[in-house]
């Protein structure tokens, strides 16, 4: 399993959006399950928080969320 991570824009801009992107690719000939990804956000001060999942065929993802 390999993940990637971007950020865009880099580098960041004070007070303006950012959208971090997860890439999570299984390579391998043979199925992966219950892989769980997560990432710390650093250390600074968000007004919000939102996320969600793009599955390709084959794989899931939990429900979309956010925290204010």
Partial sequence: ???SKSCTPSPAV???RIAYTF???NGGAIAVSNVVVSDTLPGTT???VSW???AS???SCAAAGGAT
């Fill in 57 to 59: 065929a084959g794989s």
């Fill in 1 to 3: 399993v390999g993940v």
């Fill in 23 to 25: 890439v999570v690719t």
């Fill in 52 to 54: 969600t999942c793009t």
């Fill in 46 to 48: 968000f007004q919000s």
């Fill in 14 to 16: 004070p007070g303006g």
